[in-house]
């Protein structure tokens, strides 16, 4: 996966982190989770043209309910048709 840099509007919700060095196949969950939380229409655009729907979906199934306050884990679940 060849993903395009992260937007730098980003940055702010992953300051522990060089964004430049996250790569998809080693980051995915940090990107999404952040992506998903905190993601404007452009970042969220981004996101699921960068990361597979199928993967995104099995990241809400895996990780939402510990990662995602409960009204975007609720939003998420509905948008994306996740149980």
Request: proline share 8%.
């Amino acid at each position: 996966m060849n993903m395009k840099p992260i937007p730098e509007t980003l940055a702010p919700f992953f300051q522990e982190y060089d964004i430049a060095l996250l790569t998809p196949q080693k980051d995915a969950a940090t990107i999404i989770e952040r992506t998903l939380r905190y993601g404007s229409r452009a970042e969220l655009r981004w996101l699921f043209q960068e990361f597979p729907r199928a993967m995104i979906c099995d990241w809400l199934k895996h990780w939402g309910s510990f990662a995602l306050p409960a009204p975007h884990l609720a939003f998420w679940r509905l948008v994306l048709e996740v149980e």
